[in-house]
């Protein structure tokens, strides 16, 4: 029989937190419908006016349709220049979180085939720490084919000084964040107990989630990596 293990915060510590701002319909519709009073004023006492004002607008555009972007020619362009390969950069994910020296790090995918470890830990987790010494060869062989590993602790105040010299003992070489408050665990699993990962592709969305550490699991990711990841080379 085969038991999960999984550890649990003393006290637990959940942060569940919503970024999104309300929007007022009171300011959102009263300038369309200021603006749209406008156009029939002007349409009804002003006609002749108005029709010279679009000759004009249609002779400048004219004369403009050289050098003027849409917002679709933007998005594209945004999109031509985020291109990806050796060195440059596909998409930057909307996840960032301080590193161990408290600078902001946003996690980037360099092409559309990026695949993102988000390995959640904490020093009082045995088995999180099993899990991640068994990540590191793993990352090492395929971190030139997009792999890319990141070593999230969600330890609080009470622990956070350990992680730093944990890690340095342990030898990671992936990079590792802290989520202090644990937000971004809570964002990808709710019930907040370790080790947890989730697997983001290069747009960030969710490909794959795993919870808890038992032999023959890092046997199984490899080669879920294998057949997601391009071949060496490509």
Same mark, same amino acid.
Not at 117 to 136: D, K
């Given at each position: 029989?085969? #038991?999960?293990?999984?550890?649990?915060?003393?006290?637990?510590?959940?942060?569940?937190?919503?970024?999104?701002?309300?929007?007022?319909?009171?300011?959102?519709?009263?300038?369309?419908?200021?603006?749209?009073?406008?156009?029939?004023?002007?349409?009804?006492?002003?006609?002749?006016?108005?029709?010279?004002?679009?000759?004009?607008?249609?002779?400048?555009?004219?004369?403009?349709?050289?050098?003027?972007?849409?917002?679709?020619?933007?998005?594209?362009?945004?999109? *031509?220049?985020?291109?990806?390969?050796?060195? +440059?950069?596909?998409?930057?994910? $909307?996840?960032?979180?301080? =590193?161990?020296? =408290?600078?902001?790090?946003?996690?980037?995918?360099?092409?559309?085939?990026?695949?993102?470890?988000?390995?959640?830990?904490?020093?009082?987790?045995?088995?999180?720490?099993?899990?991640?010494?068994?990540?590191?060869?793993? @990352? $090492?062989?395929?971190?030139?084919?997009?792999?890319? !590993?990141?070593?999230?602790?969600? =330890?609080?105040?009470?622990?956070?000084?350990? !992680?730093?010299?944990?890690?340095? /003992?342990?030898? @990671?070489? #992936? %990079?590792?964040?802290?989520?202090? $408050?644990?937000?971004?665990?809570?964002?990808?699993? %709710?019930? +907040?107990? !370790?080790? #947890?990962?989730?697997?983001?592709?290069?747009? +960030?969305? !969710?490909?794959?989630?795993? /919870? +808890?550490?038992?032999? *023959?699991?890092?046997?199984?990711?490899? /080669?879920?990596?294998?057949?997601?990841?391009?071949?060496?080379? $490509?």
């Amino acid at each position: 029989m085969r #038991f999960r293990t999984s550890c649990l915060p003393t006290p637990m510590r959940t942060c569940v937190c919503d970024s999104r701002r309300p929007v007022s319909p009171t300011a959102n519709s009263a300038p369309h419908s200021n603006s749209s009073s406008t156009i029939r004023m002007a349409t009804k006492t002003n006609r002749p006016l108005l029709l010279l004002s679009a000759s004009a607008f249609i002779a400048f555009a004219a004369c403009d349709s050289g050098g003027t972007a849409t917002p679709e020619d933007g998005a594209a362009a945004k999109a *031509g220049s985020d291109g990806g390969g050796e060195g +440059g950069t596909y998409r930057t994910l $909307e996840i960032t979180l301080p =590193d161990l020296n =408290d600078d902001d790090y946003t996690l980037t995918s360099r092409s559309e085939n990026d695949l993102h470890i988000l390995c959640f830990w904490a020093v009082w987790c045995t088995p999180c720490q099993a899990e991640l010494n068994a990540m590191m060869p793993m @990352w $090492e062989n395929m971190r030139s084919r997009g792999l890319n !590993v990141y070593a999230v602790s969600i =330890d609080g105040p009470d622990s956070q000084a350990r !992680v730093a010299p944990h890690v340095q /003992q342990a030898g @990671w070489e #992936f %990079p590792v964040l802290l989520d202090r $408050e644990t937000e971004v665990l809570s964002k990808y699993h %709710p019930k +907040g107990d !370790v080790p #947890f990962y989730v697997i983001l592709d290069a747009e +960030g969305e !969710v490909v794959k989630t795993h /919870q +808890g550490y038992v032999k *023959g699991d890092m046997e199984a990711l490899e /080669q879920y990596l294998q057949e997601t990841l391009p071949a060496a080379g $490509e």
